[in-house]
């Protein structure tokens, strides 16, 4: 297998923390988001991944975009180790936590939409920061909210699922850019135990072939 990807990109980070968990050997193919203009536009890529981002899943014959669709397709294909366990309810719970990360707050301050606001609406930096925390505050005030119904050890329970590769990227990306995370003790608590794992640990961009100084 094949994990085409980018050492900070949260959503390459979620990919990783699944394939890791599942104790699955791949090959790490960098695709650098700055240099080249971005090599997530580059033909070559593009026809692996007409959406221009990352990450994108190679397994023989079948070719995956969109993180989630990745891990669910890992999930089916290896299920021993799962990353959808408990009841329905905490099935149902695991995988709004992950959309709450994954399809509201990411796409709001994804690099591109970032650019745009720079480049195309001339935005300062000091409103771009204002975006980011607008948006970070929104999402990470609701989780915490949603956590306190749900969590244990762990975002939903004490079993490592979905929810839980969803925060440690979403909360990498918060750090990066300058959140203050005082008021989501839960949040950082369960973070802060699942950065101790193992297969977490060795999915943190600084531990990529790829991770810049
Ligand atoms: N929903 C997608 C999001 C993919 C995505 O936005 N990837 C970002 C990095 S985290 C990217 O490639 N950005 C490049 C760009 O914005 O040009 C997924 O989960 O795979």
Redesign the pocket.
Known sequence: MELYG?WR????Y?ARIALNFKQLEYNYMPVH?LKEG?Q?HQQAYRQLNPN????TLVDGQVIL????AIIEYLEEKYPERSLLPGTPRQRGAIRALALDL??EL??LI????Q?YLKQQLNVSDDQKQMWLEHWFKESFTAFEKNLEEVAGNYCVGDDFSLADVCLVPQVYSAKRFGINLESYPLLYAINERLSELNFVAAAHPDEQPDAEA
């Open positions: 980018y990109s949260s959503a390459s979620r988001l971005g997530q221009g981002l990352v990450p975009h969109q993180s989630l994954s399809s990411q796409p994804n690099l591109r939409v650019q």
